[in-house]
């Protein structure tokens, strides 16, 4: 066999396997953008992020560890997404529900698969601190003039 048609051989060895999503599985999924806090409430929180499209089912996970002790990330919360791989990127958004009014969290992000097997995003510890709640004391009462009511504003 003739050195060229080696090299050829190998060449096109080498973009099948390329675009075998089982082997694609062993690149690592990069984060390029975020994470962030899109919003926040007295009780919930939005985390948003993009990342490289993982490898593996369409069918993921887009998850978020927290806590309110940075070295105890013990919670969790989780989104479904359906991934394109026609897509480089993928943006991810997690819900977080059941937070404590004023209160700050800490929370690392992360994908998954189906089975909850990591994709092995490798992020860095972030925090957000949710809403306090508006007593009803801060708000200003006003009286109209034409119908004698009493309004609260903001």
């Keep these: 066999m003739s050195r060229s ?10 973009s099948l396997i390329g ?3 089982i082997v694609a599985q062993q690149i690592p999924v990069q984060i390029i953008v975020g994470p962030a806090l899109e919003s926040a409430t007295e009780k919930s929180a939005i985390i948003r992020w993009m990342s490289t499209t993982p490898a593996g089912p ?9 806590g309110t002790d940075p070295k105890d990330l013990s919670q969790m919360a989780k989104s479904p997404i359906r991934l394109n791989m026609a897509h480089p990127n993928t943006i ?13 969290y ?24 949710t809403r306090q709640v508006e007593s009803n004391r801060n708000r200003k009462r006003i009286k109209t003039e034409a ?8």
């Excluded at 080696?6 to 060449?11: D, K, M, S």
């Excluded at 991810?92 to 700050?104: A, K």
């Excluded at 800490?106 to 957000?128: A, C, E, L, R």
């Design 92 to 104: 991810f958004r997690v819900r977080v529900d059941g937070l404590m009014p004023g209160t700050t």
């Design 58 to 66: 369409a069918e993921h996970f887009g998850v978020v560890h927290y």
């Design 106 to 129: 800490y929370y690392t992000v992360d994908s998954t698969g189906p089975d909850g097997t990591s994709d092995g995003v490798k992020g860095t510890v972030n925090q957000f601190t």
């Design 5 to 14: 048609l080696q090299t050829l051989i190998a060449a096109m060895a080498a």
């Design 147 to 154: 119908t004698g009511r009493t309004l609260s504003s903001p």
């Design 19 to 21: 675009s075998n999503p």
